[in-house]
């Protein structure tokens, strides 16, 4: 699997939203882009994935740059529940995760 | 919706003791994981699980482990002769055809 790289920390005003990039440079052409978060130690969240084109849900959304190379999560309109440890992850479908230290989000009154 | 439940939420034991944490996974999920966080550090992968055997395992899960899907629905992780560092949150996952992994809200286990 691919090695991601998020910034270690990052702070977002309530509201606004909130932008939280990822860069997968070595991604390979079927692996997908996973986003989850944990907030304060419980299990890990899905957030959503992707594979070549932007998706959206009702969470958030993922744009993925045309080499693949990088993308970002979007929270449209940050709340204070939404202040957690976001984690990119690149893996082939069907293989187990592997995490890293992730972003750690602030979201401030 | 849907969702993977553990037991117990936490667990004290102490170092020797063996213990047993439990897993319900997503019912018709057919993939089963467990991972484990010790407190500060990064979620790490143990092991996987398909068609009633161990797919893959991680440097961590020695001979101290063992995972065993004893009925239709549980999915249980051993750990034998607990350790201090055996100390961690222990996270089950599960996951159907398609490709997003969910997780339980993890069981605390702590090794005293």
């Known amino acids: 699997d691919a090695k991601t790289t998020q910034p270690p920390s990052m702070d977002c005003a309530e509201g606004r939203a909130a932008n939280l990039p990822c860069n997968h440079s070595t991604i390979s052409g079927n692996e997908y882009v996973y986003w989850y978060r944990q907030i304060h130690s419980q299990g890990p969240q899905y957030i959503i994935h992707?594979?070549?084109n932007n998706e959206t849900n009702e969470m958030a959304s993922l744009i993925i740059t045309e080499d693949r190379k990088s993308s970002t999560l979007i929270l449209p309109h940050a709340t204070l529940r939404d202040t957690a440890v976001y984690y990119c992850?690149?893996?082939?479908?069907?293989?187990?995760?592997?995490f890293g230290t992730g972003t750690s989000l602030t979201v401030i009154p | 919706e849907p969702e993977v439940t553990q037991t117990p939420s936490h667990q004290v034991t102490q170092m020797g003791q063996e213990v047993i944490l439990r897993c319900v996974p997503i019912?018709?999920?057919?993939?089963f994981y467990w991972y484990r966080q010790i407190l500060g550090q990064k979620v790490e992968f143990l092991v996987s699980f398909y068609n009633n055997e161990i797919s893959e395992k991680s440097e961590i899960f020695d001979d101290q482990f063992s995972v065993e899907r004893p009925d239709g629905s549980n999915f249980t992780l051993k750990i034998r002769s607990t350790k201090l560092e055996d100390s961690a949150m222990y996270f089950c996952?599960?996951?159907?055809?398609?490709?997003?992994?969910?997780f339980g809200e993890g069981s605390w286990l702590t090794v005293v």
């Open positions: 992850i690149a893996a082939f479908t069907g293989n187990q995760f592997y």
């Open positions: 019912s018709n999920h057919l993939y």
């Open positions: 996952a599960s996951r159907a055809e398609e490709n997003t992994i969910y």
């Open positions: 992707g594979l070549k």
